[in-house]
């Protein structure tokens, strides 16, 4: 696969100007900072195919779902996130002429996305009629320091000329989503005020009645002057759209710059009389404080991330840039900040899957903040879920369970299902597990029983609960038995007994039997006939299995298929999604993702090392990786079994997905939650790290191309500093406890401030 961009381990970079590229560029190069978010799209106007995306977090519709036969129980909606104000618009126009670069002739182009500093730059210079030369450098930011404010520094300078410029500085929330249903326009106007030098803009959702309050300021500098030129600007405005032009004489050879402060604040933070106010004040504030400290203080804040999240590898330039683009993403999409938001499939990089949070959040980047960040960022996101629990009792009555069964749904903004694909819908259950399993996980981590008691045992009471309904006995099979599901691996629908469905639902109706004895001191939340239910549902769930060996069925009447391996279809094929019918991807043996595996990763300690290997060996054959969310999963067990290839090749496709355009659809947005993955195959693939009810183990397998792997951990409220090589780890524990590990099979208790090294004994 070829490099879209250029490799620089802390930077994304474009040489040149390639149409072809834009839309997959303004994926890629996109910035946000956890509360809003903006693809990578040029201030000034450009013609050429581009998908303008500026998006909020939180803020949706409930765009109708289309459906051609409804269904009992069907969701009404599918929310979406939404387009939203245009801030960064900048129109600059040469003795008339528009400088868009699908018109003019461009001379040199350089785009670089600085993710160590969280920094959009771009710099291009174009020759105009009667050839005249003007360059632009263009620097933007989403302020990690302050979650309302973003800044652009536009510098301009005619090379070989002094002309007059023109340049119109605007906020328009004339936008539309790409997604739409019905080619719905889902804004309306609450206020607009424009001035000199400064607009507002207030719009509210249709339906949703959400308030966004996007303002202005802006200032304009020529090249070592100290203060800023006298500029006596023209104001219009009209519906959803405020604008200020400016013109001037440049003089050749001169930089001018524009500098452009935005404030985005909406109901998520606000009351609906405080909105329009807090816009105007933060861009006030940002405006007289001047671009360089809110510059600076951005920088630290990244700084800070960077701190506990950053991963060294030694060696492979492509797997260090891979990382640190994931890692970067990930934290633009999610702070911790807020508690009303979530992690979207596409952060703030795109429409796709509506911006909705899915089961990824705890399967897979709940992993990556309790290792990367204080557990308080976790513990929100599972608090999230919590606050939802009522919402996901009545998802559950719809579709008829009752006495406080919950069904978290697939797809959801405010805890309603709202998926629009029946099979998802209806048979995707399995994400109940994944919430379950999370609470788990994150005590682990952190030791946080207190939240279990007061918040978390109620959350895995209503999923048994859904669970112990959900099963049926089988008299045929003398076992309770679980019909009519889709499991993770999406190209298979309505099956009966998935092997991971039915063993997952095992396992959580045995941890809410677990958590409760821990916490029996204060009362069961559970009557004495669930606990009766529950346990004969434990004691006899069927796991489907072939016959003599140790591989554990995906569902029954798998081996009915032809069992032909990916090895043997035609390139031409794939994605199988796109070249052939459903009814053609139902009917074969094609795992679209881990499926069977996915429980091997969640429960690895529940198997041995021979079942692993056995069903790595059977399954993996079969799977097209077709999801974001397979070779993340795939690359952790094999470096678990030891097979450094395979190990190395499917970290590099989930690290490189985006960035080498792995399905042809980065100019959609990016996979951001499968980005959480791609940090897990490192730090549980390669560093072979697992967190255990007593401790740490370590156990590492680097690829033959990495020379050592730097990172930091937390782990139960101690951040750890880990240096690992081939055979040798070394450990710094930078917190006050001590901490119980082991590491290449050598038990250790590590000190606050104490370190260890470790050597792996090599045998002959």
């Not at 139902?586 to 996915?598: E, F, G, P, T």
Request: contains cysteine; proline residues 2%.
């Amino acid at each position: 696969m070829q490099n879209l961009f250029e490799i620089d381990e802390w930077k994304i970079i474009q040489n040149n100007f390639d149409p072809e590229k834009q839309e997959a560029a303004e994926s890629i190069f996109a910035i946000g900072n956890g509360s809003f978010g903006q693809r990578a799209n040029f201030e000034e106007q450009y013609s050429g195919e581009s998908l303008q995306g500026s998006y909020v977090g939180g803020v949706y519709y409930p765009d109708k779902t289309r459906v051609g036969w409804w269904k009992n129980g069907y969701p009404e909606y599918f929310a979406k996130v939404l387009n939203s104000c245009n801030w960064i618009g900048i129109k600059v126009k040469c003795e008339g002429q528009e400088i868009d670069l699908a018109k003019v002739t461009v001379k040199s182009f350089y785009r670089e996305l600085d993710m160590k500093r969280g920094v959009l730059e771009r710099r291009f210079r174009v020759l105009l009629d009667n050839d005249r030369e003007v360059e632009i450098h263009s620097t933007r930011f989403c302020s990690m320091d302050n979650e309302e404010i973003a800044a652009i520094s536009y510098k301009i300078t005619p090379i070989n000329f002094s002309g007059n410029f023109r340049f119109k500085v605007y906020l328009d929330n004339n936008v539309t989503n790409q997604d739409s249903n019905y080619e719905e326009f889902f804004w309306t106007e609450d206020s607009r005020k424009v001035g000199v030098k400064k607009g507002v803009i207030s719009a509210k959702t249709k339906k949703t009645e959400f308030l966004v309050s996007t303002a202005m300021r802006y200032s304009f500098w020529k090249s070592g002057d100290e203060e800023q030129l006298e500029i006596h600007p023209s104001f219009k405005d009209s519906e959803l759209y405020v604008e200020n032009t400016l013109e001037y004489r440049l003089e050749q050879g001169t930089e001018y710059t524009l500098k452009k402060y935005v404030s985005v604040a909406s109901t998520i933070n606000h009351s609906d009389f405080s909105t329009t106010n807090a816009a105007i004040n933060n861009v006030t504030e940002a405006y007289l404080g001047g671009y360089d400290a809110l510059y600076d203080a951005h920088l630290k804040a990244w700084e800070n991330i960077w701190s506990s999240a950053d991963i060294q590898i030694d060696g492979d330039a492509s797997a260090q840039q891979a990382i640190r683009f994931n890692i970067f993403h990930l934290y633009q999409t999610y702070t911790g900040k807020n508690a009303k938001l979530n992690i979207g499939p596409k952060g703030f990089t795109g429409e796709k899957y509506g911006g909705a949070t899915y089961w990824d959040t705890e399967a897979y980047c709940i992993p990556f903040f309790l290792k990367t960040a204080d557990s308080k960022v976790a513990r929100q996101l599972l608090m999230y879920r919590f606050n939802q629990l009522d919402r996901a009792i009545e998802n559950a009555g719809k579709l008829g369970f009752t006495d406080g069964a919950a069904l978290y749904p697939m797809v959801t903004m405010n805890g309603e299902e709202c998926h629009n694909e029946w099979e998802i819908t209806f048979e995707e259950i399995h994400r109940n597990a994944a919430i379950a399993y999370a609470i788990h996980n994150y005590t682990l981590h952190t030791q946080d029983f207190e939240y279990v008691r007061m918040y978390g045992r109620h959350v895995i009471n209503g999923i048994a609960r859904f669970w112990a309904q959900r099963f049926n006995w089988s008299g045929a099979k003398e076992a309770y038995v679980m019909l009519g599901v889709t499991g993770p691996n999406e190209y298979e629908n309505n099956v009966n007994n998935n092997w991971y469905t039915n063993y997952a639902a095992k396992w959580c109706i045995e941890y809410a039997l677990e958590t409760e004895a821990k916490f029996a001191e204060d009362g069961s939340l559970l009557t004495d006939a669930e606990v009766e239910k529950f346990k004969h549902v434990v004691d006899n769930v069927y796991l489907p299995k072939l016959d003599n060996t140790n591989v554990f069925l995906q569902q029954e009447g798998f081996m009915d298929k032809e069992l032909i391996p990916v090895s043997e279809l035609s390139a031409d094929e794939r994605p199988l999604n796109q070249y052939w019918s459903w009814d053609r991807i139902l009917r074969s043996v094609y795992i679209k993702q881990a499926d069977v595996l996915q429980g091997i990763y969640f429960f690895e300690n529940h198997f041995t090392e021979e079942e692993i290997r056995e069903n790595y060996e059977f399954y993996e054959p079969f799977t097209v990786h077709e999801s974001s969310l397979s070779p993340c999963l795939h690359s952790i067990i094999a470096a678990k079994l030891g097979d450094k290839d395979q190990a190395y090749s499917h970290y590099l496709r989930t690290s490189r997905l985006d960035l080498d355009d792995y399905n042809s659809e980065v100019a959609e947005g990016l996979h951001i939650t499968s980005m959480a993955g791609t940090w897990m195959s490192i730090v549980e693939g390669m560093a072979g790290i697992r967190v255990l009810e007593d401790g740490l183990t370590i156990d590492p397998l680097l690829p033959d191309q990495w020379k050592a792997l730097n990172f930091h951990m937390y782990f139960r409220n101690n951040l750890l500093q880990l240096s690992i090589a081939e055979n040798e780890v070394s450990i710094k524990n930078e917190g006050t406890a001590p901490v119980k590990m082991s590491v290449f099979g050598k038990e250790i208790e590590l000190e606050g401030g104490a370190v260890s090294t470790s050597t792996r004994v090599l045998t002959a």
